[in-house]
């Protein structure tokens, strides 16, 4: 029940409740002083056990997506030269912390991707200023974010803000500001109260750890269901990289870019415009290739960092493939994590389209089918519905031919040229879609192009989460 049917019905119990009282006080003093006084004693104690169990059950549950990893949170490596710490604000929750503070060491060297949005927040412009910058020779780097409040379309105030909360970490660190990166997440339209941040940043320093890295990570969760983190180990020349990463998300999950907010570590030694190259060309078969709503965010950022504290030598040649597979590996996995921790989400979906006429094809036919509303109630109420598959190939635009493709569910041949398959069963597709994982893949008979992205099913708790979410 949601918070809003809990307060309608608690209104309507309290009626009830207060006539039986007055009813039974009535009776009760007709009896006499005695069985007057028993009554308003056992009133008393109905009206206070009524509202402990309102209490109790308007509560909201903590509830984990039954698609969340096994085995929570995981083990992330220590990486040199980075220091996490998180505190409690107050920016718009209670009792949780809400913002995360990371400290770089000097020299580090800082990549990042962002939301394409045409109405970007504050410190995603004010972060992709100061990439462009030339770096001082010798700084340290930090970067400071907060949950509850995307300081997004908040006008001059914005700024204003994104420059009291970067100046004041850049003042406690000793470090320029031109190199304290700024994220904020949560609600769109209200300025952002960077006081009670500014006011955290001695916690926020005094509590500056290599292994806070699990808490950065939970700082920055809004809906989200479970924090997320990944990473990887490859052996470079003279000793091993580490890389871990964190991010959060879980709607308004359809990135044009990375994703959400998502911090990504590593010792490497490499130059910054490397760095750069690697991240962009894995965003796209990566975070772009996720969807939960099909929304895109006004705050997502993707910052990758770079200590160069390895005992490695400078990433080149063969090390330099695999630190970009091991990177890949490590953006895949919080990317899926995130389609995971869908809002509402039951059902984790891999699309795979192959054989169609164009790259540009197959992702706005793979896109089609991840986002259409019709495709993933479907999903979450267990229909084999092929028939929506056809659907939303047919709306995206892309070239088709009705007698070349053919509808798969995971092994099952479901359509193929042009109509039903001759082998079709409805009762072995039917239990197919009662896996929590799902395969669906569109053979176009068209062409070369392939792409392979994830999404979720779209079900009722999605509209509780977002119906409620500003009370």
């Given at each position: 029940?949601?918070?809003?049917?809990?307060?309608?019905?608690?209104?309507?119990?309290?009626?009830?409740?207060?006539?039986?009282?007055?009813?039974?006080?009535?009776?009760?003093?007709?009896?006499?002083?005695?069985?007057?006084?028993?009554?308003?004693?056992?009133?008393?104690?109905?009206?206070?056990?009524?509202?402990?169990?309102?209490?109790?059950?308007?509560?909201?549950?903590?509830?984990?997506?039954?698609?969340?990893?096994?085995?929570?949170?995981?083990?992330?490596?220590?990486?040199?030269?980075?220091?996490?710490?998180?505190v409690e604000a107050g920016?718009?929750?209670?009792?949780?912390?809400?913002?995360?503070?990371?400290?770089?060491?000097?020299?580090?060297?800082?990549?990042?991707?962002?939301?394409?949005?045409?109405?970007?927040?504050?410190?995603?412009?004010?972060?992709?200023?100061?990439?462009?910058?030339?770096?001082?020779?010798?700084?340290?780097?930090?970067?400071?974010?907060?949950?509850?409040?995307?300081?997004?379309?908040?006008?001059?105030?914005?700024?204003?803000?994104?420059?009291?909360?970067?100046?004041?970490?850049?003042?406690?660190?000793g470090i320029p500001a031109?190199?304290?990166?700024?994220?904020?997440?949560?609600?769109?339209?209200?300025?952002?109260?960077?006081?009670?941040?500014?006011?955290?940043?001695?916690?926020?320093?005094?509590?500056?750890?290599?292994?806070?890295?699990?808490?950065?990570?939970?700082?920055?969760?809004?809906?989200?269901?479970?924090?997320?983190?990944?990473?990887?180990?490859?052996?470079?020349?003279?000793?091993?990289?580490?890389?871990?990463?964190?991010?959060?998300?879980?709607?308004?999950?359809?990135?044009?870019?990375?994703?959400?907010?998502?911090?990504?570590?590593?010792?490497?030694?490499?130059?910054?415009a490397m760095l750069q190259?690697?991240?962009?060309?894995?965003?796209?078969?990566?975070?772009?290739?996720?969807?939960?709503?099909?929304?895109?965010?006004?705050?997502?950022?993707?910052?990758?960092?770079?200590?160069?504290?390895?005992?490695?030598?400078?990433?080149?040649?063969?090390?330099?493939?695999?630190?970009?597979?091991?990177?890949?590996?490590?953006?895949?996995?919080?990317?899926?994590?995130?389609?995971?921790?869908?809002?509402?989400?039951?059902?984790?979906?891999?699309?795979?389209?192959?054989?169609?006429?164009?790259?540009?094809?197959?992702?706005?036919?793979?896109?089609?089918?991840?986002?259409?509303?019709?495709?993933?109630?479907?999903?979450?109420?267990?229909?084999?519905?092929?028939?929506?598959?056809?659907?939303?190939?047919?709306?995206?635009?892309?070239?088709?031919?009705?007698?070349?493709?053919?509808?798969?569910?995971?092994?099952?041949?479901?359509?193929?040229?042009?109509?039903?398959?001759?082998?079709?069963?409805?009762?072995?597709?039917?239990?197919?879609?009662?896996?929590?994982?799902?395969?669906?893949?569109?053979?176009?008979?068209?062409?070369?192009?392939?792409?392979?992205?994830?999404?979720?099913?779209?079900?009722?708790?999605?509209?509780?989460?977002?119906?409620?979410?500003?009370?």
């Amino acid at each position: 029940m949601t918070n809003a049917n809990w307060k309608d019905e608690a209104k309507k119990l309290k009626k009830q409740l207060k006539k039986a009282i007055a009813t039974l006080e009535s009776r009760a003093s007709d009896a006499g002083d005695t069985a007057g006084n028993i009554a308003s004693k056992a009133a008393d104690m109905a009206t206070a056990a009524y509202g402990a169990a309102v209490a109790v059950a308007a509560k909201p549950a903590k509830v984990v997506s039954p698609l969340a990893p096994e085995g929570g949170f995981p083990a992330l490596p220590e990486i040199r030269g980075v220091e996490f710490a998180a505190v409690e604000a107050g920016v718009r929750y209670r009792n949780r912390k809400d913002v995360m503070l990371v400290r770089l060491a000097a020299d580090t060297a800082v990549a990042g991707v962002f939301t394409r949005s045409s109405t970007r927040a504050a410190c995603v412009l004010d972060c992709q200023e100061k990439l462009a910058l030339k770096v001082p020779a010798g700084a340290g780097a930090a970067i400071i974010v907060n949950s509850g409040n995307a300081n997004a379309f908040t006008g001059a105030l914005g700024q204003a803000s994104v420059d009291e909360v970067t100046g004041g970490v850049a003042q406690a660190l000793g470090i320029p500001a031109s190199r304290v990166f700024s994220s904020s997440t949560g609600v769109i339209g209200e300025p952002l109260p960077h006081d009670r941040i500014v006011a955290k940043l001695p916690d926020l320093v005094a509590g500056l750890q290599g292994s806070a890295i699990d808490m950065a990570a939970q700082a920055i969760m809004t809906t989200d269901t479970f924090a997320k983190g990944a990473s990887a180990v490859i052996e470079g020349d003279g000793g091993p990289i580490h890389i871990a990463g964190i991010a959060k998300g879980s709607g308004m999950i359809a990135p044009d870019m990375a994703t959400m907010l998502v911090y990504i570590f590593t010792d490497a030694k490499i130059a910054p415009a490397m760095l750069q190259k690697m991240l962009s060309r894995n965003v796209d078969d990566t975070f772009n290739a996720i969807t939960v709503d099909s929304d895109t965010s006004t705050s997502d950022s993707l910052l990758l960092c770079a200590t160069g504290q390895s005992d490695a030598a400078a990433v080149k040649g063969a090390v330099a493939k695999a630190f970009e597979a091991a990177l890949k590996e490590v953006m895949l996995d919080l990317a899926k994590q995130v389609t995971r921790d869908g809002e509402g989400a039951t059902k984790f979906v891999e699309i795979n389209v192959t054989h169609a006429a164009s790259a540009q094809d197959a992702h706005r036919l793979a896109m089609a089918i991840a986002n259409s509303p019709l495709v993933k109630t479907a999903i979450a109420g267990q229909d084999p519905n092929w028939g929506r598959i056809v659907m939303a190939i047919g709306k995206s635009g892309a070239e088709a031919d009705r007698d070349k493709l053919s509808i798969r569910f995971g092994d099952l041949l479901l359509a193929e040229k042009g109509w039903r398959s001759p082998g079709y069963n409805e009762e072995a597709a039917a239990a197919y879609m009662k896996n929590d994982e799902l395969v669906i893949s569109v053979d176009m008979g068209l062409g070369r192009a392939s792409k392979t992205v994830w999404t979720c099913d779209l079900t009722h708790r999605y509209i509780d989460i977002n119906a409620d979410y500003r009370s």
